[in-house]
C-alpha cells in the first residue's frame, strides 16, 4: 500500500513538473529599437532599453550616484491641464508634483517636437544647473514606460552633454525603492 501511496505521489510530481515545464511563459516585453531622432509618437508605452551616447541607470545606481553630488537631476513629466470641464470662475488646484529631492521639473522638454521656447528654458536650465560644463552629470526621467525622458536626455546629448544618464524607472521606481521625495513646481517659459 504504501509503495504504491509514493508511486502515485512520484507520478503526480511529475504531471506537476511537466505541466509547469509546458505552461507558456509570461509574454516578453517588446523589444523596442532607438527610433533614428525624436520619438513623435504616443508619449506612454514600450520604450528603447538604450540610449545612444548615454547611460542608462537604475534605481540603486542613481540612489548611489545622487549620494556623491555634482549631478543635475531634471524631471520632465507633463504638467497637469486644468480640466476643459471646469467652470472658467471655478478654483483649480493641482495636486503636489513629487520630484527626486533636488530635481528640476522643465514640463515639456521631453516631446518629440518642443517650441522654441521651451527649448531656450531647457538649454539655460541645463547650462545654469550644470555650471556651463558639458562633462557635468546629468540626469534625467519622468515616468516608466514614458518616452518624454528617453527624448529630453537624447536632447540633452545634442547639445554637447557627454554624462547623461537616462533614468527609466522614473518615479514610479523611485517610490517603489521606497526612496524619499520632495514637491516641485513646474519650470516654465
Known amino acids: 500500500m504504501r509503495a504504491s501511496f509514493l508511486a502515485g505521489a512520484g507520478s503526480l510530481a511529475c504531471l506537476a513538473l511537466v505541466c509547469c515545464l509546458a505552461a507558456p511563459a509570461a509574454p516578453a516585453a517588446p523589444v523596442v529599437p532607438e527610433p533614428a531622432g525624436y520619438w513623435m509618437g504616443p508619449t506612454h508605452g514600450p520604450v528603447a532599453t538604450s ?17 556623491t553630488g555634482a549631478v543635475m537631476v531634471v524631471d520632465v513629466s507633463e504638467a497637469p491641464r486644468r480640466p476643459a470641464n471646469l ?12 520630484v527626486i529631492p533636488g530635481a528640476v521639473w522643465i514640463p515639456g522638454a521631453g516631446l518629440g517636437a518642443i517650441s522654441p521656447t521651451v527649448e531656450r528654458l531647457f538649454r539655460e536650465r541645463l547650462a545654469q544647473g550644470t555650471g556651463n560644463d558639458p562633462t557635468h552629470r546629468l540626469v ?5 514606460n514614458c518616452w518624454l525622458s528617453w527624448n529630453a536626455a537624447k536632447r540633452g546629448i545634442s547639445y554637447g552633454y557627454t554624462n547623461v544618464y537616462w533614468f527609466p524607472d522614473g518615479m514610479e521606481g523611485w517610490r517603489a525603492a521606497g526612496l524619499s521625495t520632495a514637491n516641485a513646481e513646474p519650470l516654465l517659459p
Open 140 to 144: 534625467i526621467y519622468c515616468h516608466r
Open 87 to 98: 467652470a472658467a470662475d471655478a478654483v483649480w488646484l493641482p495636486l503636489p508634483h513629487p
Open 51 to 67: 540610449l545612444t551616447g548615454g547611460t542608462v541607470i537604475h534605481t540603486r545606481r542613481l540612489a548611489a550616484l545622487l549620494k
